[in-house]
């Protein structure tokens, strides 16, 4: 006998198996079954039943009856529905008291928590080219008065450099400084060459050097953009740091003048005075 759906999942709700919701329905439409009744009419696997009869009889929800044949009855639906609740409630004040205590234990976990920090918090690790190429963007859009760069190949920046441009303009605008060193490698890259010509006009100083380092870019002295390529690898793979602090900074930003100092304005030239 098919059990309605409805009955079954309200039973499954309050806290039945679902065999045992179908077993139950099927106990109250008539006085009493025998096992292999009660299989057939709820659609229960026979070698099921019997376990699901014990929990139903353990639950006090159903009676059995002994006999040469055993059978089972229902207790009254009222009956059956208080106890299922009076199981859930007992559940419920468990799972509360549980609760509270987890509360109690986790919470002074948690504030001791908040005032701990986390050790080099101010040091972002980069891998993914799009990634750098947005963090580079951002440490220009954020420089205030000054922005300093080693500059060298590979470039993740679109030639074009928009973002770069718009900075060095309002930079300037501000009475700011933008000072760039930039490769003798450069000079052979026409579309480099072309980019660093695009930024003098908006106003960068730029000197050439025959060899730098690493790319670097130091915003206000406070922020860092390096790239630490793999030294031991050797292939084009870089990963760079996105770093807030100013004593590094700081750093970076006088080793940035020695080089700019004997760095030239254009190979050949003699640097320009301070």
């Not at 179908?22 to 026979?46: F, M, Q």
């Not at 559940?91 to 050790?119: C, K, N, Y």
Request: proline share 6%; with cysteine.
């Amino acid at each position: 006998m098919e059990t309605e759906e409805g009955p079954v999942n309200d039973l499954v709700a309050l806290g039945l198996a679902r065999y045992e919701a179908r077993v139950y329905l099927a106990l109250v439409r008539r006085e009493s079954y025998t096992a292999a009744e009660v299989a057939r009419a709820a659609d229960v696997p026979r070698q099921r039943v019997y376990d699901v009869l014990d929990g139903l009889v353990r639950r006090r929800l159903a009676t059995a009856h002994p006999g040469r044949v055993a059978t089972f009855s229902a207790v009254a639906p009222e009956l059956a529905v208080a106890r299922l609740m009076a199981l859930q409630r007992e559940a419920l004040e468990r799972m509360d008291r549980v609760s509270s205590a987890l509360t109690a234990a986790l919470v002074p976990v948690w504030a001791d928590g908040r005032t701990q920090t986390v050790p080099l918090d101010y040091v972002e690790i980069l891998r993914d080219p799009k990634s750098i190429a947005e963090a580079f963007a951002d440490i220009q859009v954020q420089a205030r008065s000054e922005l300093l760069s080693f500059c060298k190949p590979p470039f993740v920046a679109s030639a074009l450099n928009t973002p770069g441009i718009k900075a060095v303009r309002r930079l300037r605008r501000s009475g700011g400084s933008v000072r760039a060193i930039y490769t003798h490698d450069a000079l052979n890259d026409p579309e480099v060459l072309e980019n660093v010509r695009r930024f003098g006009a908006a106003g960068e100083e730029s000197r050439f050097t025959a060899l730098l380092p690493l790319k670097l870019v130091v915003a206000d002295a406070s922020l860092v953009l390096c790239d630490m390529p793999d030294p031991v690898a050797g292939t084009g793979a870089t990963t760079a740091l996105y770093i807030e602090h100013p004593a590094l900074a700081a750093c970076l930003r006088l080793a940035f003048l020695t080089v700019w100092e004997s760095a030239e304005t254009v190979p050949g030239a003699r640097p320009l005075a301070e």
